[in-house]
């Protein structure tokens, strides 16, 4: 009963901030409490020249850093939104103002143990960069090593643990007040939102996560990650090798240092389609301060907080998807689609393939440098209603970060598509991974699989049988000493569940 009350007086706080914005179409969409809506009506603030994601933007960034990070989780949702809107919350900048250096000193000390001063030779107290999770302070190692220091900003933890809680709450009433909306998958939403907030406030995740993306890239020269100096890392603080480079969205000062910017596209695209494609494992917030050009032209990222996985099956229908896309091919695309699961398969074909043809021809009828597979993508995603296809999250973050590559690409080089640079890359990569040759390769290594599972199931088979061996005798001494009814029943579970098992076990070895 607290929790309603005590969400309802919330949300009527938060409706009245939408209100003061004239932004309170997203409560107005999705129908529920309508009574907190009708009132927040009566203060809406009308005549606002701005676009609508713009207004709702300025809400989102006063409402705190919640929302803040969940509104830009929301620009990945153009099914949700107008597509005007999503590209609105793209922009939606992650800036706070920045706590002390006093609370920062303060969290550095309870998380390592010791003073500030045993730990680095010099700390500056002014951050350089805040953001609404931590903020960065530059500082010098006792060995003397320039490095970043990320600090989690004080009470985080629990700010988001409450709003999270409300969001959880919002999309359960719409689950269960408008069904209609069921199949955009609310609750999986704000779980997957969740899920990655709580990785980024864990420091100890975002090191482990740069040094993996580096481990995959360590035999190429031109894609490194900063070292991270894990004796001065924890929970809630992270110290990491200070980059001595150009920001990579800064195009004119790459130039005047003597860089080529289409060489750095071409390393910035190649990097992104190793992975996502080759490792499953990428950056997903790809914007130009999050990437610098280092004098020898080494691109080296920063910021690992929100990192994307994307298993085999999926980068193998990413990959035949955007081929069929680049070829024009409509019908190898919505074949694609509905292999993938991904639409109903009581849905038309042919029908789908002329909606990807409408997705497709107004993009791929522009010149190269216009075209965006990250736009196709949220458009394809859009097209969910009309064809009863449940929305994909796992696809989400990775749509995102296309488009933010997209904009890094054109800010360094307007007239270049980066998808005809890693094209090549990506039609090489599914000859290898999905020709013939690759397909025999894993039946063989299936079958070798379940060869090397013969021992094993003998093994557990024959658990399974001892174990209902002594169960029966156990019923049978119970039968003959009148042990209560219930008891009598669980040879019966038992029984059953040992059923499954053996089944489920022959269908392992039959796979």
């Not at 951050?127 to 006792?142: D, G, N, R």
Request: contains cysteine.
């Amino acid at each position: 009963m607290l929790r309603p009350l005590r969400h309802s007086l919330r949300l009527a706080r938060l409706a009245y901030t939408l209100a003061r914005h004239d932004a309170l179409f997203p409560l107005e969409v999705v129908g529920v409490v309508p009574s907190v809506v009708a009132v927040a009506r009566l203060v809406r603030r009308r005549g606002d020249v701005r676009r609508p994601g713009e207004r709702l933007a300025a809400a989102l960034s006063e409402m705190g850093p919640s929302f803040i990070k969940f509104g830009q989780a929301l620009s990945t949702r153009a099914d949700l939104l107008s597509e005007q809107v999503a590209l609105d919350l793209g922009r939606l900048a992650d800036h706070l103002p920045p706590f002390s250096g006093e609370a920062a000193r303060r969290t550095i000390e309870l998380e390592l143990g010791k003073p500030v001063s045993m730990l680095f030779a010099r700390f500056d107290d002014e951050p350089i960069a805040a953001a609404s999770i931590a903020q960065v302070h530059f500082a010098e190692t006792i060995s003397g090593d320039k490095v970043a220091v990320k600090v989690l900003r004080p009470g985080i933890e629990a700010a988001f643990a409450r709003d999270l809680d409300l969001f959880y709450w919002l999309a359960e009433l719409v689950e269960v007040a408008r069904p209609q909306f069921r199949r955009l998958k609310p609750t999986e939403t704000v779980r997957a939102f969740a899920e990655v907030t709580r990785t980024e406030m864990d420091l100890r995740m975002e090191a482990a996560a740069a040094e993996e993306l580096g481990e995959n890239f360590v035999d190429d020269p031109g894609y490194r990650t900063p070292r991270v100096y894990w004796d001065l890392s924890a929970q809630r603080v992270m110290t990491m090798e200070r980059i001595e480079g150009i920001p990579i969205g800064e195009r004119e000062r790459l130039i005047a240092a003597g860089h080529d910017v289409n060489a750095v596209l071409r390393k910035s695209a190649e990097a992104f389609f190793y992975q996502v494609f080759r490792d499953g494992f990428f950056h997903g917030d790809m914007h130009g301060g999050n990437a610098f050009v280092e004098p020898s032209g080494t691109v080296v990222p920063v910021d690992f907080g929100i990192m994307g996985r994307v298993d085999s099956d999926t980068r193998g229908y990413l990959a035949e998807l955007l081929i069929a896309f680049l070829r024009r091919d409509y019908r190898a695309v919505a074949e694609v689609q509905f292999r993938a699961g991904f639409v109903p398969l009581d849905q038309s074909v042919e029908l789908f393939a002329q909606a990807c043809r409408s997705i497709g021809e107004p993009i791929f009828g522009k010149p190269s440098n216009e075209i965006s597979i990250g736009r196709l993508l949220a458009q394809l995603l859009r097209v969910t209603e009309r064809f009863e296809m449940a929305a994909q999250p796992q696809l989400l973050l990775l749509q995102k970060t296309m488009l933010m590559a997209e904009g890094m690409g054109t800010k360094l080089n307007p007239t270049v598509n980066i998808w005809e640079l890693a094209g090549p890359l990506i039609e090489d990569w599914m000859r290898r991974h999905f020709g013939p040759r690759a397909r025999l390769e894993r039946a063989v290594e299936e079958t070798l699989e379940g060869v090397r599972r013969v021992p094993r199931l003998v093994q557990t088979l024959e658990q399974l049988a001892e174990r209902e061996r002594r169960r029966g005798e156990i019923e049978t001494v119970r039968q003959r000493t009148g042990i209560s009814r219930w008891s009598t029943l669980r040879p019966t579970w038992s029984g059953a569940l040992a059923a499954l098992a053996l089944l489920a076990a022959a269908l392992a070895w039959w796979r």
